[in-house]
């Protein structure tokens, strides 16, 4: 069976995953997380690409971003990795891909998944063991999102705008969704639904979206298609 084509709308929000060649180290010390993402700042804005949640694990890469076209996101990655594979094997004298295939994505409604999913993303530090908080894991969009450092090159989603008035507002209400793990089901979700580059959000989300791409956005019905009613 054909491979579907990665699912990219633009103008909508994206959880994008990208994982390590077989489990490899992409990052081996703070000069490496640093280098990725000055290199992350500077594609997302050469292509339009509003960044608005990431998390740099040891072995992958998760982020929540709205492409500002359909080859922003695809545009992105590759200049990215032109610079830092180099970067990343010439400082650690290896050689070989870093990425394990290319990186998977998919559109979700950012009414129901934004905080969701960026809860999901910046979590992850505390659900792999590489940090014990949240909020020490230095490597993350979390300090932004609650008020800890800021990062000018981030993009603040509507979504959380929406969680208050004014920034402390924000950034309270932030650190009080966060205080406790992500709901299991809405991970679980939002993971299978990226890996499966499936649409995620509720019928009337899929149907607008249905209109701005010809790409199936969920599981074709399995079986044979029913027979119509006899007159």
């Known amino acids: 069976m054909a491979r579907l084509p990665r699912l990219v709308v633009a103008n909508h929000l994206h959880h994008l995953i990208a994982l390590s060649h077989h489990q490899q180290a992409l990052f081996v010390d703070a000069l490496d997380y640093q280098k990725f993402l000055s290199l992350l ?7 339009a690409v509003a960044v608005h949640a990431f998390a ?9 971003a709205t492409p500002g076209d359909a080859l922003g996101l695809s545009k992105m990655m ?3 990795g032109r610079s830092y594979v180099p970067y990343f094997n010439g ?5 070989g891909s870093l990425w394990g295939g290319r990186f998977r994505a998919t559109v979700l409604d950012a009414a129901s998944y934004f905080n969701d999913c960026a809860h999901v993303i910046e979590y992850l530090p505390v659900q792999t063991g590489a940090s014990h908080d949240i909020a020490s894991y230095p490597w993350s ?11 000018s090159w981030l993009t603040d989603h509507p979504s959380y705008w929406a969680m208050g008035n004014t920034p402390f507002d924000r950034e309270a209400a932030y650190q009080r969704r966060c205080a406790a793990p992500p709901d299991p089901e809405r991970a679980e979700a939002i993971t299978a639904a990226t890996h499966k580059a499936w649409a995620l959000g509720p019928d009337h989300f899929k149907a607008s979206l249905g209109k701005l791409t010809p790409r199936r956005l969920q599981p074709a019905r399995r079986g044979r298609p029913r027979r119509p009613a006899a007159g």
Do not use: M, W
């Open 41 to 47: 700042a500077d594609a997302a804005k050469q292509h």
């Open 56 to 64: 740099l694990l040891p072995d992958r890469v998760h982020l929540l």
């Open 78 to 80: 590759q200049a990215i």
């Open 91 to 95: 400082r650690h004298q290896r050689s």
């Open 141 to 151: 969009s979390y300090a932004h999102h609650a008020g800890l450092q800021r990062q």
